[in-house]
Structure formats: structure tokens, C-alpha cells
């Protein structure tokens, strides 16, 4: 699908919800893509663009940056402690903050190099064992906590389990972004981002319905 036929979706989903187009971000989702299929969406004037690993970001994006100036790179994938350091080179937003070991690790980062990221908190909606992600009942307190490190939390992020209905659980992120005073709302994919935008998203994570399906490797 060409990518303005997602930027007018998503216009209309705004208009719908009675909100501002420009307050939403779509990032595309950059991951296991050939270079050349992002090169094509950057020769359309896209900047913003989503990776889930360091390696692969590191192993593209400089080179992208020599060619293309504003590149808004966001990092949605889980993150190793030992990777936060590059990460934080790399990505303009971390969108999977999600223990109390990564943000002291990003704090102290931060305070040696006088700079780090825009974070989201990833909150494990669904309370899937096996996604990452601070659970619903623990997420004040972390905000909380990560406020007090200095660490400049820009809202929460979720992913739905992929058997229940998305707008659910893009209800509850968003009541508690706004009991924590929290404005970013990281939510809603391909096939589901009109319902998140409906329910507050400011940032979009959309990836095969702008790239086709990812290539195998």
C-alpha cells in the first residue's frame, strides 16, 4: 500500500475522532526490510522510521543519515542492558523501557554523555508471561520511579495480545497515561492503527502495510 494512502487514512481516523492529524506520528517499521524499499520511502520525504533491534539499526541507519538529513529513528523492540549505550546513539525514542535495571542503566548513561532519548514505557496490557512489558498494577510506581532518575518519559507504549480485541487494551494504556500526566500514547499497528488513533494514539507503529511483508531471513 503506498505510503499516502496510510497518511490519508490516517487523516480520515483523525478527522473521525475529532482530533488533529498532526498530533499523530506514524512511524514505519523499518524492521527485516531491504534497503531498498526504505531508501523508497525516504525518496518520498518520510523521516520517521521504527527498528525492534540495536544490530540491525546500527547496521543501516548510519549510512541512511549520510544520504538523508532529520531522520527521526525509534527503537520499539526489547532492549538489552548492554545494548542501551548504542542505543541511545542511534534512536532519537525508546519506546520498551520496561524494568527498573534498563532506566538506572539509561540514567546513568544519560548523565555521563548530557544526553538521552525521548522514553515510553512498555506496559504489558495483556499480561502475557512471555511478552516484555511492566504490568498494568506496577506501571505508577515505574513511572514514578523513572521520573525520579531524571529520565524524560514521553508516554507508554503496548503491544495487544494478538487474540483479544486491540481497542481494549488501547483503552487502558491510555487511562493510565493520563492518570500519570502522561501525553505519548505508542499504539496501534497495521492492522489495527485507525482504532488506536480513535482511542488517543500520538505515535503509530506501521510496517507491512507501507513496506508489503517482511522478507525472510
Same mark, same amino acid.
Given at each position: 500500500?503506498?505510503? =499516502?494512502?496510510?497518511?490519508?487514512? +490516517? $487523516? ?10 498532526? $498530533? +499523530?506520528?506514524?512511524?514505519?517499521? =523499518? ?25 540491525? !539499526? ?5 549510512? @541512511? ?29 525508546? %519506546? ?9 542503566? +539509561? ?12 522514553? @515510553? ?6 499480561? $502475557? ?11 505508577? =510506581? ?26 481494549? %487494551? @488501547?483503552?487502558?494504556?491510555?487511562? +493510565? ?30 510496517? =507491512? !502495510?507501507? @513496506? ?6
Amino acid at each position: 500500500m503506498p505510503l =499516502s494512502d496510510i497518511q490519508d487514512r +490516517i $487523516e480520515k481516523a483523525a478527522q473521525t475522532a475529532n482530533r488533529d492529524p498532526a $498530533e +499523530i506520528t506514524l512511524i514505519a517499521v =523499518s524492521k527485516v526490510q531491504p534497503n531498498a524499499r526504505v531508501q523508497a520511502i525516504l525518496d518520498q520525504g518520510h523521516r520517521v522510521f521504527g527498528e525492534n533491534k540495536v544490530q540491525e !539499526a546500527a547496521g543501516k541507519w548510519p549510512d @541512511f543519515r549520510q544520504q538523508y538529513e532529520h531522520i527521526d529513528l525509534h527503537l520499539i523492540g526489547p532492549l538489552q542492558t548492554n545494548k542501551a549505550r548504542q542505543a541511545m546513539t542511534l534512536a532519537q525514542s525508546i %519506546h520498551s523501557l520496561d524494568r527498573p535495571k534498563l532506566a538506572t542503566t +539509561i540514567a546513568r548513561i544519560a548523565q555521563e554523555t548530557g544526553a538521552c532519548p525521548d522514553l @515510553f514505557i512498555q506496559v504489558n496490557t495483556g499480561e $502475557e508471561p512471555q511478552k516484555a512489558g511492566v504490568l498494568p498494577t506496577d506501571t505508577d =510506581s515505574f513511572v514514578a520511579e523513572a521520573r525520579a532518575l531524571d529520565l524524560p518519559i514521553k508516554g507508554l507504549m503496548c503491544i495487544p495480545p494478538v487474540d483479544e480485541e486491540p481497542s481494549l %487494551h @488501547f483503552a487502558l494504556l491510555a487511562k +493510565i497515561a493520563e492518570r500519570n500526566g502522561l501525553a505519548g500514547l505508542s499504539m496501534g499497528m497495521s492492522s489495527d492503527f485507525e482504532r488506536a488513533i480513535a482511542l488517543g494514539a500520538t505515535h503509530i507503529r506501521v510496517g =507491512s !502495510a507501507i @513496506f508489503g511483508e517482511r522478507v525472510p531471513t
